[in-house]
């Protein structure tokens, strides 16, 4: 293993030189290239709190209401900070206090020692735990909004709220992800979701709103979809004309820059007698979901088949 620690690692030793010549190496520690690979400084997660490592800088939050209304004190900080770096497979040392409530704590993994410091005064803040798709999130509670994380990022416009605990809405479903603040902890949200709805207002050519044509009503409801799922919504189109029973001549079909229009080929027929009464038809949009929320527009233009 020394060897291989020479090659591709590095080797901590006292060296016994006499006369220019090496008598003996007494090695105190060496890493391999295997060992380096697993002592990748990572952050840490237990339940009471979450540790972020940045080199060998801590910070530490804490489950909001673990220590009552007051923030830990000296001896209970150290002692989840210990805890969470032993539940990242430190062998922890002593803790060392120096200036202004900045400690040391010395710790070992892989035969690598590190010291990390931690400012008690500045880098201890309260959070609220929570899931996020299942796993375990931390979010300041100075800061209490999904974008404020500290573990994970949050995808997709529109997030699902599998309960109301620890959010600020009442009932249970999707949401604008900007929209949600956590207000204590046992949250549990599904993230990842675009919303896909169309516009009530139809864009039409203008022979055919010049002949008193006009679409009342666009009948469909917004959608949620994972961010690369195919999506497809039925839209029912009513079409009316102001100036009393008339008959359309030229067909007319649905079109949209932003998906595909399946059934809109002519869907509004020619030589059909339109009045007050609208007449209905049905399109089906459909395409797939890219990271952002998409808002359909509709067009008509004129259709022949000659």
Do not use: H, K
């Not at 994380?149 to 997030?159: F, R, S």
């Not at 919303?195 to 006009?214: H, K, M, P």
């Amino acid at each position: 293993r020394l060897i291989s620690a020479l090659g591709e690692g590095w080797v901590s030793a006292d060296v016994y030189v006499e006369d220019g010549d090496i008598i003996f190496v007494a090695v105190r520690a060496c890493m391999d290239e295997g060992d380096s690979a697993d002592d990748e400084v990572e952050d840490a997660d237990t339940g009471d709190g979450y540790l972020t490592m940045s080199g060998n800088a801590l910070t530490l939050y804490y489950r909001s209401g673990a220590y009552g209304t007051s923030d830990p004190d000296e001896e209970e900080a150290i002692a989840l900070v210990r805890a969470l770096l032993d539940e990242a497979g430190y062998d922890v040392g002593t803790a060392t206090e120096g200036s202004d409530n900045a400690w040391t704590i010395p710790a070992t993994r892989n035969n690598a020692e590190r010291n990390f410091e931690i400012d008690l005064d500045e880098d201890v803040q309260a959070a609220y735990a929570g899931t996020l798709n299942g796993e375990a999130v931390w979010v300041p509670t100075n800061s209490a909004n999904l974008q404020s994380l500290v573990n994970a990022t949050i995808e997709g416009d529109y997030v699902y709220l599998n309960s109301t605990t620890g959010v600020n809405e009442s009932s249970r479903g999707y949401y604008e992800a900007a929209d949600i603040t956590i207000t204590g902890n046992g949250f549990n949200i599904t993230d990842g979701f675009v919303q896909i709805s169309v516009d009530e207002t139809v864009s039409l050519d203008s022979s055919f709103s010049t002949a008193g044509y006009s679409i009342e009503d666009v009948n469909v409801e917004p959608i949620y979809v994972e961010v690369g799922d195919t999506w497809e919504i039925e839209v029912e189109i009513s079409v009316t004309n102001s100036n009393g029973s008339a008959t359309l001549r030229t067909s007319r079909s649905i079109v949209s820059d932003d998906c595909t229009v399946s059934g809109g080929t002519g869907v509004i027929e020619a030589d059909t007698e339109y009045g007050e009464e609208p007449v209905t038809y049905t399109v089906t949009l459909s395409g797939t979901a890219d990271e952002d929320s998409l808002a359909i527009t509709l067009e008509t233009e004129s259709y022949s088949e000659s």
